[in-house]
């Protein structure tokens, strides 16, 4: 009887150096897993991150020269120079970048390294997104009708045949980049021709293509795993569906529009999607689903995806370290198998922005970044004290994510702490994730895409009352004692003792928009202050030092932390946070713009140039197009006038607050 051949199994490779060809908080995540498990780490990192805490964690680091991404970490034949160099035997891509590079896998293959990730047939397969959809709907799962765009394409045919309104999407990539909504026929070349140019520049590759555009569905993805013993399962859903500018900014697992039947449903379509494709390692297939509970394929991401924490923490699963152990050949484990769901976790992503000024990046040195920990929270961080924010890359600080029983007790969770958390030297997107965080259609679970176009996001950050005030008043309190501590002559005299009374001390700051004085004058009975010129009633100082204010005002009594940085106040407290900028008592006259100028909201480089002097233009004509953090933002002309002066051409890098260009109002008028 002849002996029975046993079962080949996959050859394993367990992995000793792993190299992170990524960087920020991904790149960080990695690491801190991969050292759990022994693994010795690899980083790769660009003239602007050469001090970034990624890169002081890893074991090695390799220099990657140059700053723009084309130039370091979209540059795949460094990162395995950087390998080789360094022995690494195994490559994670985090997400964005090379992560959905097909070619890029193949590439570490034939140099004979690990990749963390999918097959490359299962990424080309999903790279590109049209040919995605064909399989998709080959798999059974619903989509949407859509077109690539090629040279040649009649976009006017295309987009009837699609139909209105319509979505212009980056065919590589992700991340609301290379993202366009189109209303009308009209819109769709200038749209198609700016995605392109954003796509490029973020993904290396500017094909874009046409989807039907559904009108404020809910984004639900699901995550899928396999393995490459054939197992294929899937870890539940996340929403998404609270977005700005096409980009996530809050997400949570479960949603809490899908119910046990509908769970079963979108499991089982992701599920089959992965085994279309032979899918190994963490996935996602995005759905939008409608009210009805119709859902639609949109993409699949061959990767693991920013929001993955929310999964972790309902599921217990550490999603890097099944990536890693997947791809040293093992099978997906019993507790993968048989996962379920505990509790509820949301995730928000803090950006560096200004989001009363439409979300545009903002940059800076983050004098202080601290988030206190606590029960259930979870904070993967990018930056720490001391560390720059530029315009090179994605704006994202960190994510914060809190775990809980009920939903209700994660968003109380995660907006307390984010409220309790210092992020000094740079403006965030904190107060808006607070207001949402404790907005009732939120809490309700209502939500969709079209959430912060139903709620105006400057409003949302607004707290109730006049909390500047009161802030201004700690800060200018925290500046006298500041003053005192450092008088050179009567030290040992109480802060703002006279022989005689005299006028008030004044400081002015401004806040956002808005100017704010303070005047106060500590005397026998205490201290007496004014804001703006109105009595403030009832202030009690209890204890002031440079660093802290413990005030009571109409009987109530909080805490100020105050952290000066050159001419800047950051006060932090219970009703509110702020950043106070002291303005000087005499005015430097050669700050002065000439009336009409144009300002750089943000440092980047020139894309466009759309005007000339003398041009005559109307209010909103784009006038010139600025790049930075891969997003494409335009400068529009303030009212209707002529141009009489344009300082940039296409390539110039600007700073923030250099004069681009100068519309002269009066002459429409003459």
């Excluded at 693994?39 to 074991?59: E, N």
């Excluded at 891509?93 to 963390?116: H, I, K, M, Q, W």
């Excluded at 039947?261 to 996602?284: F, N, Q």
Aim: glycine share 10%; charged share 20%; proline share 7%.
């Amino acid at each position: 009887m002849p002996i029975q051949k046993p079962i080949e199994k996959p050859i394993q490779k367990p992995i000793q150096r792993l190299l992170i060809a990524n960087r920020g908080e991904i790149a960080a995540r990695v690491m801190r897993t991969a050292h759990v498990l022994g693994i010795s780490t690899v980083a790769v990192f660009s003239d602007p991150d050469a001090d970034a805490p990624f890169v002081a964690l890893a074991d090695e680091a390799v220099r990657l020269p140059g700053a723009a991404p084309s130039e370091t970490y979209l540059r795949g034949d460094l990162i395995i120079g950087a390998a080789r160099a360094t022995g690494a035997d195994a490559i994670h891509p985090g997400y964005g970048f090379l992560s959905e590079n097909a070619g890029f896998a193949r590439a570490c293959a034939d140099a004979g390294l690990t990749f963390v990730g999918p097959p490359p047939e299962a990424i080309a397969a999903m790279g590109s997104k049209l040919e995605a959809k064909s399989l998709m709907e080959a798999a059974g799962v619903p989509v949407l009708p859509s077109v690539t765009v090629s040279d040649d394409t009649d976009l006017a045919e295309s987009g009837a045949r699609v139909g209105f309104p319509l979505l212009v999407k980056a065919a590589f990539g992700g991340g609301g980049r290379g993202m366009r909504v189109v209303h009308g026929p009209g819109e769709l070349a200038d749209a198609v021709e700016g995605a392109r140019r954003e796509a490029a520049s973020a993904f290396g590759d500017g094909t874009v293509f046409l989807e039907r555009f559904v009108v404020d569905p809910r984004h639900v993805e699901v995550q899928i795993f396999g393995d490459s013993h054939g197992s294929v399962v899937h870890l539940f859903e996340r929403e998404c569906s609270i977005q700005r500018r096409y980009q996530k900014i809050v997400e949570e697992a479960p949603s809490p529009a899908v119910d046990d039947a509908l769970r079963a449903e979108l499991g089982a379509a992701a599920v089959a999607a992965g085994k279309a494709i032979g899918y190994v390692g963490a996935g996602t297939v995005e759905f939008v689903l409608t009210d009805s509970g119709e859902f639609y394929f949109l993409e699949v991401n061959t990767r693991l995806q920013v929001e993955h924490p929310v999964t972790e923490l309902v599921t217990g699963l550490d999603l890097v370290e099944l990536q890693l152990r997947v791809a040293e050949g093992d099978p997906l484990p019993p507790e993968v198998l048989d996962a379920r769901i505990d509790g509820h976790a949301i995730e928000v992503r803090l950006y560096a922005e200004d989001v009363p000024a439409g979300f545009l990046p903002a940059t800076g040195t983050l004098h202080r970044f601290a988030v206190p920990p606590g029960p259930g929270i979870r904070v993967d961080a990018g930056v720490v004290d001391g560390s720059v924010v530029g315009t090179h890359y994605d704006p994202m600080l960190a994510k914060v994510i809190a775990h809980g029983a009920t939903r209700a007790d994660a968003a109380r969770r995660l907006a307390r702490v984010l409220q309790q958390a210092r992020v000094h030297g740079v403006t965030t997107n904190r107060d808006l994730l607070v207001g949402i965080l404790r907005e009732p259609e939120f809490l309700a679970g209502r939500t969709d895409t079209g959430y912060l176009t139903r709620h105006d996001p400057a409003g949302l950050g607004v707290p109730a009352g006049d909390v500047v005030a009161t802030l201004a008043t700690a800060a200018a309190l925290a500046g006298q004692a500041a003053n005192r501590a450092g008088a050179a002559v009567l030290a040992t005299l109480p802060s703002g003792w006279r022989n005689v009374g005299g006028a008030p001390q004044r400081v002015r700051y401004t806040a956002g928009e808005r100017t704010v004085e303070v005047a106060y004058r500590y005397n026998r009975d205490g201290v007496s202050v004014s804001v703006d010129g109105e009595p403030l009633a009832g202030v009690r100082v209890l204890a002031a030092s440079p660093t802290a204010v413990d005030m009571e005002i109409g009987g109530v009594r909080r805490a100020f932390s105050v952290h000066r940085a050159a001419d800047t106040s950051y006060v932090d407290s219970p009703i509110g946070s702020a950043a106070l900028v002291t303005v000087p008592r005499f005015a430097d006259p050669s700050a002065a713009q000439h009336a009409g100028s144009l300002l750089a909201p943000m440092p980047g480089g020139v894309v466009r140039v759309l005007a000339a002097p003398g041009d005559a233009v109307t209010a909103g004509r784009p006038l010139i197009v600025l790049e930075a953090m891969k997003m494409e933002h335009t400068i529009a002309a303030p009212a209707d006038g002529t141009v009489t002066q344009m300082h940039v051409a296409p390539g110039d890098q600007v700073d923030t607050g250099q004069v681009l260009a100068v519309v002269d109002t009066e002459e429409a008028g003459r």
